[in-house]
């Protein structure tokens, strides 16, 4: 099986790129977030039109050839080392059709985000490129803990991430090691049937998602079953699910992993036999552990529950 190939580690004073491929931003929301860079030792480069405004039904960051011209400047430019995303929410799907990797191939870089980024991070994947999937710079400035962007430059300097975490009762207990895929699970579903999907035959799957009803949580779950996914994957980590239902109604709205998208996620896979762990701090939660989407990753799952890759 061809190996996924990993970007080279940054160095000192290495120039790291900050493009909108989606939603806008506004200045003020970033600052703290390219400060941090700045404190890290690395030059932030801002794109053309990371702080551009279009309407279109949603307030994007530039016009659809506005953002394509910063991806693929990002990609392409040789002083460039890393690629760091302002920010999720829509778009990312107006681009890949049109992304072009001419430097890239010779010389990959990382790509960094989450949230719609899936879909960018889904199309390296399928050029054999790996990238980290961890905090927007945006979410610097919503309290995100310290700790979720140290894990970031420790995977850009190199440093592979290992992560212990608490049991959870619905775990799925095992050991197994493979290629983790996933994200945004909205983002997943979504690529579905497309040349851009993930590759889901003897993967490790991680899925994550925000501000969802109970109902559409269960609808793209259930695409996934009816697509085969959960017949091809050889385990499942679920991030966060948070925001999730009607907001008077559902008591843990403001929590991490909610419980009943947790029961609803459990019962649908209940008739798999992988292992399974919940409650991985990796999607729209303030604690946001980073992974690295196309690495190898060893999945262990018992009294204690470890993630290393």
């Not at 004073?13 to 400060?35: F, H, Y």
């Not at 290992?162 to 290629?179: A, D, F, M, P, S």
């Not at 259930?222 to 679920?238: H, Q």
Request: proline residues 3%.
């Amino acid at each position: 099986m061809k190996k996924n190939i990993f970007p080279k580690s940054l160095k000192k004073g290495d120039k790291i790129a900050i493009i909108s491929p989606a939603g806008a931003v506004d200045e003020s929301q970033l600052e703290k977030g390219i400060s941090m860079i700045k404190a890290k030792g690395f030059e932030p480069v801002l794109g053309k039109h990371l702080y551009t405004r279009y309407f279109n039904g949603y307030n994007y960051a530039g016009t659809e050839k506005e953002r394509l011209k910063d991806i693929n400047w990002a990609f392409n430019d040789s002083e460039i080392s890393a690629i760091w995303a302002s920010r999720g929410g829509y778009g990312c799907q107006h681009l890949i059709q049109h992304i072009k990797l001419t430097q890239f191939l010779k010389d990959p870089k990382w790509y960094i985000g989450y949230s719609d980024n899936t879909v960018i991070q889904s199309y390296l994947l399928k050029k054999g490129f790996v990238s980290i999937h961890g905090q927007t710079i945006k979410t610097s400035s919503f309290g995100v803990t310290e700790e979720s962007y140290d894990l970031v430059f420790d995977i850009l300097k190199g440093k592979a991430p290992k992560y212990g975490l608490q049991t959870n009762q619905l775990n799925r207990e095992g050991n197994i090691e493979g290629e983790l895929i996933g994200g945004n699970l909205a983002l997943i579903y979504a690529l579905l049937a497309t040349p851009y999907s993930f590759d889901f035959k003897g993967k490790i799957l991680f899925i994550e998602d925000i501000g969802e009803n109970y109902y559409a949580l269960d609808r793209m779950i259930m695409s996934l079953e009816l697509a085969g996914v959960f017949k091809k994957i050889k385990g499942l980590i679920v991030g966060g699910m948070t925001n999730m239902g009607d907001e008077k109604e559902n008591k843990n709205y403001e929590e991490s992993f909610d419980e009943f998208a947790y029961k609803l996620i459990s019962e649908r896979i209940s008739k798999y036999k992988f292992p399974v762990i919940f409650g991985f701090p990796n999607g729209h939660i303030k604690d946001n552990r980073p992974l690295i989407i196309g690495g190898n990753v060893k999945m262990k799952v018992g009294s204690k529950v470890k993630i290393e890759f």
